[in-house]
């Protein structure tokens, strides 16, 4: 299980990677492999398609059909009716889209819609899912269902590639790469991010509200280590010292 954030400045070519990655581009030069398939080979594309599943910012430009299980269904031709009902319920249970089954598309909020959208991709059964700025048009509480949708899969074992640019969602994953004119300048684990700040300084990316207040607090003398890098996290930890 892989968790990767791919985090960079706007125009740096973290959504060209992610598509490079889930064989919507092909490779001018080089090659991308995944369990030793060789991407953008035309031999490998349906094999690759079972594997990887990629979910865009906007979700409505995903979506193609009205309503909720024809789209989730949609990729699913080939198998018995009990096994895509199996898997309709099985992929909206984990987005918590199950009560809205039967409804039509047009009638839910984006953040749903988005949802679906990640239900959808579920149903395939892939081992890999990217995830493209996920929640670039969402309100902050669909942010937070998403955000809690990624956990889940995380600790179910896929491997997630969450492209963003915002500084908070680099924290969701194990390991943030980070990317500069089409290249990846650094590679980072999340607990070694308060020893490798120059590098985010460098690159003029903005540096998560959690983080910069820790790196405040040891400039004062106060040395506070996080696993999670949550808000919740730092003032239990906090609250701990003013104890002793």
Do not use: W
């Not at 979700?59 to 009716?81: R, W, Y």
């Not at 074992?157 to 994953?173: H, Q, R, S």
């Not at 004062?220 to 003013?242: A, M, R, W």
């Amino acid at each position: 299980m892989l968790f990767r954030s791919i985090m960079g400045k706007n125009g740096s070519g973290k959504s060209t990677l992610g598509k490079l990655i889930s064989g919507i581009l092909k490779p001018k030069e080089g090659k991308i492999l995944i369990d030793n398939l060789e991407v953008g080979r035309a031999k490998n594309k349906e094999e690759l398609r079972k594997k990887i599943g990629i979910v865009f910012q906007n979700p409505e430009n995903q979506i193609i059909f009205n309503n909720v299980c024809d789209e989730v269904s949609f990729a699913l031709k080939g198998l018995t009716q009990e096994e895509i009902k199996s898997r309709i319920d099985r992929s909206l249970e984990k987005v918590n889209m199950i009560d809205q089954k039967e409804e039509d598309l047009y009638e839910l909020s984006l953040g749903q819609k988005q949802r679906i959208v990640i239900g959808e991709v579920l149903a395939k059964q892939p081992k890999i899912i990217v995830f493209d700025e996920p929640t670039t048009m969402i309100d902050s509480k669909g942010k937070e269902e998403i955000y809690h949708i990624v956990e889940n899969l995380k600790k179910e074992g896929y491997t997630i590639i969450y492209i963003t640019n915002m500084a908070e969602e680099m924290l969701l994953a194990d390991r943030i790469l980070l990317l500069n004119e089409g290249e990846i300048v650094e590679e980072i684990k999340k607990e070694q991010l308060l020893d490798r700040l120059d590098v985010f300084s460098q690159y003029d990316i903005k540096l998560p509200l959690v983080v910069e207040m820790v790196q405040k607090l040891k400039q004062e003398g106060i040395i506070i280590n996080l696993e999670n890098y949550s808000i919740d996290e730092l003032v239990t930890k906090i609250k701990g010292l003013v104890k002793n």
